[in-house]
């Protein structure tokens, strides 16, 4: 039997999230993907509203981006519709076919990586824009520090 301990500061909170997310692989994500008509907030046809309107104010403009966590495509189609070269990297090889479906569909040029973004090999000042909405809430706490200083 498993005894909860409730999560009193931020160390616990952090040793829930490492312990959620150890076990996850290409099955547990492929899994998640599997069912494209299941109600999931990510799973809708359109880009995220922050990144529309970061475009529409200027804060972002037009280059090469990284999307980190691309899942179905939708932020890196619409990167792509309005001009950008897009890399969309995803651990889930169901999500890169999603998204490669998605990119397809719409007759837009989408480059997707299926790998660990902890494997992916970046060349300093490779990107103008690296965008994530779907990626770092998905990283044990602990991996995600060394991810930040990368």
């Given at each position: 039997m498993t005894t909860e301990r409730p999560v009193t500061?931020?160390?616990d909170l952090l040793n829930?999230?490492?312990r959620l997310l150890q076990r996850a692989d290409d099955a547990w994500s492929n899994n998640l993907f599997a069912?494209?008509?299941k109600p999931c907030p990510f799973f809708v046809d359109w880009p995220d509203e922050i990144l529309v309107a970061d475009f529409a104010a200027g804060l972002i403009q037009?280059?090469?981006v990284l999307e980190l966590g691309c899942g179905n495509g939708r932020?890196?189609?619409y990167m792509a519709s309005?001009?950008?070269i897009v890399?969309?990297?995803?651990f889930s090889s169901a999500a890169i076919d999603w998204a490669k479906q998605r990119t397809q569909a719409a007759g837009l040029p989408v480059n997707y990586i299926h790998k660990s973004i902890f494997e992916l090999e970046v060349p300093s000042e490779s990107y103008d824009v690296v965008y994530d909405s779907g990626c770092f809430h998905h990283i044990p706490p602990i991996a995600g520090r060394v991810m930040l200083s990368w």
């Amino acid at each position: 039997m498993t005894t909860e301990r409730p999560v009193t500061n931020t160390g616990d909170l952090l040793n829930l999230l490492d312990r959620l997310l150890q076990r996850a692989d290409d099955a547990w994500s492929n899994n998640l993907f599997a069912d494209r008509e299941k109600p999931c907030p990510f799973f809708v046809d359109w880009p995220d509203e922050i990144l529309v309107a970061d475009f529409a104010a200027g804060l972002i403009q037009l280059g090469k981006v990284l999307e980190l966590g691309c899942g179905n495509g939708r932020n890196a189609t619409y990167m792509a519709s309005l001009g950008c070269i897009v890399d969309a990297v995803d651990f889930s090889s169901a999500a890169i076919d999603w998204a490669k479906q998605r990119t397809q569909a719409a007759g837009l040029p989408v480059n997707y990586i299926h790998k660990s973004i902890f494997e992916l090999e970046v060349p300093s000042e490779s990107y103008d824009v690296v965008y994530d909405s779907g990626c770092f809430h998905h990283i044990p706490p602990i991996a995600g520090r060394v991810m930040l200083s990368w």
